[in-house]
């Protein structure tokens, strides 16, 4: 990962050029996640309202965009703090968002947890289709398990991302099983702890390898 202050420094435009040259030799895709900082009463903290740009290919596109979203920060004459974040595009098997602690009034703590095929829950609708789960925090019992009706995927291609049909097999079948559920959750109560409150987090799973593409407070 890369994060960079304003305006962009030649070191930083240098690791972004690194991460998407994969080996030296051929493009590779980054995702970026632009942070933007507010005050806050103990400091500075999290604001709503982060940018994302994903499966950017090339150093020179992932370029423009950084500048691009740096440039638009100045026109809007932004007082805040953004931390620029490029790290490797995953092409994930299956993503989930992870809210360590639910809002809502339930009987029991619990944590949400959606899970769809592909690089991004719900596709290009980010509260689209997505397998549902209510997990205790005390003892990631799952009390909750939903199955939604997938029919398409957000998958790379050479061009980009697009939806794509969702094989007939997959489309009623929980996208991962429950032991992984409860993985994400597990992974979500720890930086919980470590944060000191309750945080909202992506991950994506590849040839059964987890990865977390971000992770913020929430609320």
């Known amino acids: 990962m890369a994060p960079s202050p304003a ?26 996640r632009a942070v933007p900082f507010g005050s806050a009463p103990g400091g500075a903290g999290w604001r ?58 339930f009987e029991e703590a619990v944590a949400l947890v959606r899970a769809a095929h592909g690089v991004a829950v719900g596709g290009v609708d980010p509260v689209g289709a997505a397998d549902t789960y209510l997990v205790r925090r005390t003892d990631l019992n799952i009390l909750v398990e939903w199955f939604a009706d997938k029919y398409r995927q957000l998958v790379p291609t050479p061009a980009g991302l697009a939806e794509r049909p969702l094989p007939e ?7 991962l099983p429950e032991r992984r559920i409860r993985d994400m959750v597990r992974i979500g109560l720890v930086a919980e702890a470590v944060m000191g409150r309750p945080v909202r987090m992506e991950l994506a799973w590849k040839n059964g390898v987890v990865y977390v593409l971000w992770c913020e407070a929430a609320g």
């Open 7 to 32: 305006p962009c420094g030649e070191h930083f435009l240098e690791g972004v050029r690194e991460l998407t040259r994969r080996g030296g030799t051929r493009d590779a895709a980054v995702d970026i």
């Open 169 to 175: 097999a997959l489309r009623d079948r929980p996208c």
């Open 48 to 105: 709503e309202g982060s940018w994302v740009s994903r499966h950017i290919i090339g150093a020179d596109d992932a370029l423009a965009v950084v500048r691009e979203h740096l440039s638009r920060s100045r026109r809007c004459r932004s007082t805040g703090r953004t931390a620029v974040v490029v790290e490797e595009f995953i092409a994930a098997d299956a993503s989930a968002h992870v809210h360590s602690r639910a809002r809502g009034r």
